[in-house]
C-alpha cells in the first residue's frame, strides 16, 4: 500500500480528492455512517469504488435504527416504525462535505450521511442530525450563527470490551488515584491518547489537546469551538474513534455516565454562544460582565426550560447517578461567574469571548440531541425577552437553593412529555418518540434484578 496522505483541520477530504487516492490505491473502503439515537455510528462498509457510484445519490438502512435502544433491539411502541409497518427503509444520502480519512484503520475513509424518508425523500424529522440542523436554521433566521465547544470525558480501562464481557464486567481503570492534570500520570497513558489526539486531528477533527481528569483513569480530549452542526459531528466521529483507537491498544473506553459509586461520573460539557457578522452576539462591553442583553435572554432561556430538555443530557437510568454533590456535576438549576458548581458557568467574563458553559450533560450525551434541546431553550428565552436573575454565588450544592435538575430518568421523561416549548420547537411527534425511547430505558431497567439488591437482601430481607 502506498503511505496515506495527510490532510489539513481547514481541508477535510473533498469528493476529488477520494477519487485521487483510490485511483492510487491508497483507499480501498468507505465508511457510510449515520447518527443514531444514542449518538453511534451506524452504517455500511462500502468498497470505495461501489461507493463513487453512490455517492451523490444514496443507499438505505432499515427504519428501526432510529427506533432501538443501547442493545440494538427491536422494541415496541415506538409510531414510526413497528413489526406492524413491515420495517421498512430510509434513505442514506451522503453529505460529500464529511468526508475525511480514518487514519488508524488502512485504507479507509469515512462519509457521515443525512437520514431521508424512503418515499417522500424529506428528512426524518426524529433524526438527530436533522434536529440539530433545523435549530441552527432557526437561529440563522434570527440572525444568528450557533456556535458550541464539547468536552469529552472517558475512562480508560485494562483489557478490551469483549475481554471485559468474559471476565464478569470486572473494571480496573488503566490508572491507581486522581490524574486531573497530573503530567506523570497521563505520560503512563501515552500510548493511547498519543494516537487518539494525532489520528483525529489528522482526519479533520480539530482536537486541541487531551489532560487527565479528576479520577483514576479518566481522561478529557477537548476539540476546538466550531458551528453547531461540526461540532456535533466532531464529538460522535471523536467519540467513536477513542473507542476504537483504545480497542486496537488492548483498553477500553467507556462514556458511561456514572461506573463506580465512589468513584465521580464523565460529563460533556457544552460551551455556547451566538454570533453575527460584527462577532460574539453575547459580548456587549458596555454592560457587567461584558455580556450582552442576548446573552441574558438566552440564559434565562436554558434556565426556564432545564427540566424540560434534561432527558437530552441524561438519556440513561445511570445518568443519574451522577448528579451528586461534591462530583464537579451540578444539582439545582442555578448559573454562576466561573463556579463549577453550578449547571450553567459563565466563562470569559469582561472579554470578547464571553460565552455560557453547560455543565449538565454526562458523556452518554448525544451532542446532536443536546446541543439541540439547548438551542431550542435558549432561543426561545430571546424570543419571549426573558429576565436572567442575577448570577448564583457560593456553593450551589447547598440545600433549596433553587429548582433541581431532574433526579431520576422518570421525572426527565414527565418534563419532556409535557414541554410546550420542545413539542413546538421539534414537532409533537418528535418529543413523544423520544419519551418512548426514555420509557424503554426505565421498563427495561424496572424488569432487572442487580447485585446490588442480591448482596444486601439476600441474607438480611
Same mark, same amino acid.
Not at 44 to 63: P, Q, S, V
Not at 295 to 304: C, P, S
Not at 383 to 393: A, H, V, Y
Given at each position: 500500500?502506498?503511505?496515506?496522505?495527510?490532510?489539513?483541520?481547514? #481541508?477535510?477530504?473533498?469528493?476529488?480528492?477520494?477519487?485521487?487516492?483510490?485511483?492510487?490505491?491508497?483507499?480501498?473502503?468507505?465508511?457510510?455512517?449515520?447518527?443514531?439515537?444514542?449518538?453511534?455510528?451506524?452504517?455500511?462498509?462500502?468498497?470505495?469504488?461501489?461507493?463513487?457510484?453512490?455517492?451523490?445519490?444514496?443507499?438505505?438502512?432499515?427504519?428501526?435504527?432510529?427506533?432501538?435502544?443501547?442493545?440494538?433491539?427491536?422494541?415496541?411502541?415506538?409510531?414510526?416504525?413497528? =413489526?406492524?409497518?413491515?420495517?421498512?427503509?430510509?434513505?442514506?444520502?451522503?453529505?460529500?462535505?464529511?468526508?475525511?480519512?480514518?487514519?488508524?484503520?488502512?485504507?479507509?475513509?469515512?462519509?457521515?450521511?443525512?437520514?431521508?424518508?424512503?418515499?417522500?425523500?424529506?428528512?426524518?424529522?426524529?433524526?438527530?442530525?436533522?434536529?440539530?440542523?433545523?435549530?441552527?436554521?432557526?437561529?440563522?433566521?434570527?440572525?444568528?450563527?450557533?456556535?458550541?465547544?464539547?468536552?469529552?470525558?472517558?475512562?480508560?480501562?485494562?483489557?478490551?470490551?469483549?475481554?471485559?464481557?468474559?471476565?464478569?464486567?470486572?473494571?480496573?481503570?488503566?490508572?491507581?488515584?486522581?490524574?486531573?492534570?497530573?503530567?506523570? #500520570?497521563?505520560?503512563?497513558?501515552?500510548?493511547?491518547? $498519543?494516537?487518539?489526539?494525532?489520528?483525529?486531528?489528522?482526519?479533520?477533527?480539530?482536537?486541541?489537546?487531551?489532560?487527565?481528569?479528576?479520577?483514576?483513569?479518566?481522561?478529557?480530549?477537548?476539540?476546538?469551538?466550531?458551528?453547531?452542526?461540526?461540532?456535533?459531528?466532531?464529538?460522535?466521529?471523536?467519540?467513536?474513534?477513542?473507542?476504537?483507537?483504545?480497542?486496537?491498544?488492548?483498553?477500553?473506553?467507556?462514556?458511561?455516565?456514572?461506573?463506580?459509586? #465512589?468513584?465521580?461520573?464523565?460529563?460533556?460539557?457544552?460551551? #455556547?454562544?451566538? =454570533?453575527?457578522?460584527?462577532?460574539?452576539?453575547?459580548?456587549?462591553?458596555?454592560?457587567?460582565?461584558?455580556?450582552?442583553?442576548?446573552?441574558?435572554?438566552?440564559?434565562?432561556?436554558?434556565?426556564?426550560?432545564?427540566?424540560?430538555?434534561?432527558?437530552?443530557?441524561?438519556?440513561?437510568?445511570?445518568?443519574?447517578?451522577?448528579?451528586?454533590?461534591?462530583?464537579?456535576?451540578?444539582?439545582?438549576?442555578?448559573?454562576?461567574?466561573?463556579?463549577?458548581?453550578?449547571?450553567?458557568?459563565?466563562?470569559?467574563?469582561?472579554?470578547?469571548?464571553?460565552?455560557?458553559?453547560? $455543565?449538565?450533560?454526562?458523556?452518554?450525551?448525544?451532542?446532536?440531541?443536546?446541543?439541540?434541546?439547548?438551542?431550542?431553550?435558549?432561543?426561545?428565552?430571546?424570543?419571549?425577552?426573558?429576565?436572567?436573575?442575577?448570577?448564583?454565588?457560593?456553593?450551589?450544592?447547598?440545600?433549596? &437553593?433553587?429548582?433541581?435538575?431532574?433526579?431520576?430518568?422518570?421525572?426527565?421523561?414527565?418534563?419532556?412529555?409535557?414541554?410546550?416549548?420542545? $413539542?413546538?420547537?421539534?414537532?409533537?411527534?418528535?418529543?413523544?418518540?423520544?419519551?418512548?425511547?426514555?420509557?424503554?430505558?426505565?421498563?427495561?431497567?424496572?424488569? &432487572?434484578?442487580?447485585?446490588?439488591?442480591?448482596?444486601?437482601?439476600?441474607?438480611?430481607?
Amino acid at each position: 500500500m502506498h503511505p496515506a496522505r495527510t490532510y489539513s483541520i481547514e #481541508q477535510i477530504m473533498t469528493f476529488e480528492d477520494l477519487k485521487t487516492e483510490i485511483a492510487a490505491a491508497r483507499i480501498d473502503t468507505v465508511l457510510v455512517c449515520m447518527v443514531d439515537m444514542q449518538g453511534r455510528l451506524l452504517g455500511k462498509r462500502f468498497h470505495a469504488e461501489a461507493f463513487l457510484e453512490i455517492a451523490e445519490h444514496e443507499t438505505h438502512c432499515c427504519n428501526y435504527l432510529l427506533a432501538t435502544d443501547l442493545a440494538m433491539s427491536t422494541p415496541e411502541g415506538f409510531a414510526a416504525t413497528s =413489526w406492524q409497518s413491515g420495517y421498512g427503509d430510509y434513505v442514506m444520502k451522503p453529505d460529500l462535505s464529511t468526508l475525511r480519512p480514518v487514519p488508524w484503520l488502512e485504507g479507509t475513509a469515512m462519509c457521515l450521511c443525512d437520514v431521508l424518508d424512503h418515499h417522500t425523500h424529506e428528512p426524518v424529522p426524529h433524526s438527530p442530525r436533522e434536529m440539530l440542523k433545523r435549530q441552527v436554521a432557526r437561529a440563522k433566521a434570527m440572525g444568528f450563527d450557533a456556535i458550541m465547544a464539547t468536552e469529552l470525558e472517558f475512562f480508560l480501562f485494562q483489557g478490551t470490551h469483549d475481554e471485559i464481557a468474559r471476565n464478569g464486567f470486572h473494571l480496573s481503570p488503566i490508572s491507581n488515584y486522581n490524574e486531573d492534570y497530573h503530567i506523570f #500520570q497521563t505520560t503512563k497513558e501515552e500510548p493511547i491518547m $498519543r494516537p487518539i489526539r494525532n489520528h483525529l486531528r489528522a482526519m479533520g477533527i480539530p482536537v486541541e489537546g487531551s489532560k487527565g481528569e479528576a479520577e483514576a483513569g479518566q481522561e478529557e480530549l477537548n476539540i476546538k469551538y466550531a458551528d453547531a452542526l461540526a461540532t456535533a459531528d466532531h464529538h460522535t466521529i471523536a467519540k467513536h474513534g477513542i473507542k476504537e483507537i483504545a480497542h486496537l491498544n488492548g483498553a477500553a473506553a467507556s462514556f458511561l455516565a456514572k461506573w463506580h459509586h #465512589q468513584r465521580v461520573g464523565s460529563a460533556a460539557h457544552v460551551h #455556547q454562544s451566538l =454570533w453575527t457578522a460584527e462577532g460574539n452576539a453575547f459580548f456587549d462591553a458596555d454592560r457587567p460582565l461584558a455580556k450582552s442583553e442576548v446573552m441574558d435572554h438566552y440564559m434565562a432561556g436554558l434556565l426556564k426550560y432545564a427540566a424540560d430538555y434534561t432527558y437530552f443530557m441524561a438519556p440513561y437510568f445511570n445518568s443519574y447517578k451522577r448528579f451528586a454533590k461534591g462530583t464537579f456535576a451540578p444539582t439545582q438549576i442555578v448559573w454562576s461567574v466561573d463556579n463549577r458548581t453550578a449547571a450553567f458557568r459563565l466563562c470569559g467574563d469582561g472579554t470578547k469571548a464571553v460565552r455560557i458553559e453547560c $455543565r449538565v450533560p454526562g458523556a452518554d450525551m448525544n451532542p446532536y440531541l443536546a446541543q439541540a434541546a439547548m438551542l431550542a431553550a435558549g432561543l426561545k428565552g430571546i424570543e419571549e425577552k426573558l429576565p436572567l436573575p442575577e448570577p448564583f454565588k457560593g456553593d450551589a450544592y447547598t440545600d433549596g &437553593v433553587a429548582s433541581y435538575i431532574p433526579g431520576t430518568l422518570r421525572d426527565a421523561c414527565e418534563a419532556l412529555t409535557g414541554s410546550e416549548m420542545l $413539542r413546538e420547537a421539534f414537532g409533537s411527534e418528535v418529543v413523544t418518540h423520544y419519551a418512548r425511547a426514555a420509557t424503554l430505558e426505565i421498563e427495561d431497567f424496572n424488569r &432487572v434484578v442487580t447485585d446490588y439488591e442480591i448482596a444486601r437482601g439476600l441474607e438480611k430481607a
